[in-house]
């Protein structure tokens, strides 16, 4: 059946239809329904997916799939975390993100890769118009390089290493990214958002 993705980002949508087209679902974005972004006043990845999540199901009665994710820099006291988007400034300029993360990073002196670790998190929020909501967590751990390598994905993608690959996710196809053959709920994934897919899955086959 129909499916709202409630994201208004061009690089997730892609990677969220790829996601969900092989499990058999009809997935229309949310900016194409006229749906307008609603305020993340959360304090958590789980709280904004699900006010995003729900604030779609209920104007369009259907069910919607929002996705709340972002950087983690160890070093940084976990920051952007969920202000991932926000660092990016409202031109939405993520090489100048990033900069400001290596930035921070040199004056921590953080050099060697033991200092520079950083995890990926996606939370993943279901909603149904009658407002109940299911939360999934998926997480990629790894380091940032520096320079950023590849040009593929989107956002902090071309600085992060993941843990035992040797190219950056800016230098992988969406395939390799993922890691996931769609519909094989063997396979837990590798990106941040393949892996809470995985999650979703489960539970739903669970519940
Ligand atoms: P929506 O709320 O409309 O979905 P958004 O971009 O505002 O879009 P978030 O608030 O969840 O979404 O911000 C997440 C940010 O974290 C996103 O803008 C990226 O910069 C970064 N991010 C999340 N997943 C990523 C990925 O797979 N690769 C690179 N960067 C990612």
Known sequence: GRLVIATHNRGKLAEIAALVGPLGFDPVAASDLGLPEPEETGDSFEANAALKALAAATAVSLPALADDSGLCV????????????????????????????????????????????????????????????????????????????????????????????????GEMSAAEKHGWSPGDPERPGLSHRARAFAALVEACLAG
């Open 74 to 169: 160890a070093a940084l006291g976990g920051q952007p975390g969920i202000h991932s988007a926000r660092w990016a400034g409202s031109d939405r300029d993520f090489a100048r993100a990033m900069r400001n993360i290596e930035e921070r990073l040199q004056q921590k002196g953080a050099t060697g890769p033991d200092a520079r670790r950083a995890c990926f998190v996606a939370v993943l929020a279901l909603a149904w118009p009658d407002g109940h909501v299911e939360t999934v967590r998926g997480e990629v751990h790894g380091t940032l390089v520096w320079p950023p390598r590849g040009s593929a994905g989107f956002g902090y993608d071309p600085m992060f290493l993941p843990d035992g690959e040797s190219r950056t996710f």
